[in-house]
């Protein structure tokens, strides 16, 4: 999308939510999520170690959910938790973790039928033009963004952020970003990870530290360009929660959000 002709319409049915990226009259993109389904990836928790498998090199974790997660050796950062062992190579899941363990764990795939979710303790938080990574030193530029021009300048403003504890890959929308506004992205982050450990060290019980946005934000949050000229949504409640995170990290834009309370359906006043 690169003309000033686009909108984001938002519909929010009792069972599902549909956005719509719209440029002039065509439709460039279609999400629809089911509201019924009780989505987790992104959400981050205090755990309890319940099982160590050396087997399959795993551990089951219990985050207060009602089936225990899964763990592989592979998701886990052992800049935060340090094999018990002497010399090199890879270490066993038994040398990392052991039953009754406290472990701050964040789900990569939810759920499925009888299968817990996976989890990972290589957190990451994704920002409007960052995504932070705390205890890591993996940060670089989107594979997406391919201009090796482009790629050169925004590893160079990587350093400009500065962090001893954290690193941070700059997303595709942040490519024509300051390095203000990149910091500016970068320092909300390490706020919200800051809670998020305060949390995780007063709460001796497993359960919700940090809750991944729902679709509407996180769409918006990952796909709201400067060249977007409305974004409509049919629903108050819905509208209420945009505008909180407009008026959070695009104060400027705010005039371009719409409540539409027409009789005809949202979609059907754009055809």
């Given at each position: 999308?690169?003309?000033?002709?686009?909108?984001?319409?938002?519909?929010?049915?009792?069972?599902?939510?549909?956005?719509?990226?719209?440029?002039?009259?065509?439709?460039?993109?279609?999400?629809?999520?089911?509201?019924?389904?009780?989505?987790?990836?992104?959400?981050?928790?205090?755990?309890?170690?319940?099982?160590?498998?050396?087997?399959?090199?795993?551990?089951?974790?219990?985050?207060?959910?009602?089936?225990?997660?899964?763990?592989?050796?592979?998701?886990?950062?052992?800049?935060v938790?340090?094999?018990?062992?002497?010399?090199?190579?890879?270490?066993?899941?038994?040398?990392?973790?052991?039953?009754?363990?406290?472990?701050?764990?964040?789900?990569?795939?939810?759920?499925?039928?009888?299968?817990?979710?996976?989890?990972?303790?290589?957190?990451?938080?994704a920002?409007?033009?960052?995504?932070?990574?705390p205890?890591?030193?993996?940060g670089?530029?989107?594979?997406?963004?391919?201009?090796?021009?482009?790629r050169?300048?925004?590893?160079?403003?990587?350093?400009?952020?500065?962090?001893?504890?954290?690193?941070?890959?700059?997303?595709?929308?942040?490519?024509?970003?300051?390095?203000?506004?990149?910091?500016?992205?970068?320092?909300?982050?390490?706020?919200?990870?800051?809670?998020?450990?305060?949390?995780?060290?007063?709460?001796?019980?497993?359960?919700?530290?940090?809750?991944?946005?729902?679709?509407?934000?996180?769409?918006?949050?990952?796909?709201?360009?400067?060249?977007?000229?409305?974004?409509?949504?049919?629903?108050?409640?819905?509208?209420?929660?945009?505008?909180?995170?407009?008026?959070?990290?695009?104060?400027?834009?705010?005039?371009?959000?719409?409540?539409?309370?027409?009789?005809?359906?949202?979609?059907?006043?754009?055809?």
């Amino acid at each position: 999308m690169t003309n000033k002709d686009q909108k984001i319409l938002i519909n929010v049915e009792d069972d599902e939510t549909r956005i719509a990226f719209i440029n002039g009259s065509k439709l460039e993109n279609l999400h629809i999520e089911q509201t019924h389904r009780s989505q987790k990836v992104g959400n981050i928790y205090c755990g309890k170690v319940v099982k160590v498998q050396p087997s399959f090199q795993a551990a089951f974790i219990n985050y207060g959910e009602a089936r225990h997660g899964f763990l592989s050796l592979s998701d886990i950062n052992f800049q935060v938790y340090k094999p018990n062992r002497q010399g090199r190579g890879k270490p066993s899941i038994s040398q990392v973790l052991k039953p009754g363990q406290k472990i701050l764990v964040q789900v990569i795939k939810d759920e499925i039928a009888h299968k817990g979710a996976t989890l990972t303790t290589n957190i990451s938080l994704a920002g409007r033009f960052i995504v932070y990574m705390p205890d890591s030193d993996r940060g670089g530029v989107s594979r997406k963004i391919e201009d090796e021009e482009q790629r050169t300048r925004l590893r160079h403003l990587l350093k400009g952020l500065g962090s001893e504890d954290a690193s941070a890959i700059i997303r595709t929308v942040g490519v024509d970003r300051s390095l203000t506004e990149l910091k500016r992205d970068f320092t909300n982050l390490r706020r919200t990870w800051n809670e998020i450990k305060s949390d995780h060290d007063d709460q001796s019980i497993p359960g919700l530290l940090y809750q991944e946005e729902d679709a509407i934000v996180r769409m918006i949050r990952d796909f709201y360009n400067d060249d977007v000229a409305e974004v409509v949504i049919d629903e108050p409640i819905a509208f209420q929660h945009v505008l909180e995170f407009f008026q959070a990290q695009i104060p400027k834009d705010q005039k371009k959000l719409q409540l539409y309370l027409g009789e005809k359906s949202l979609f059907a006043s754009y055809e």
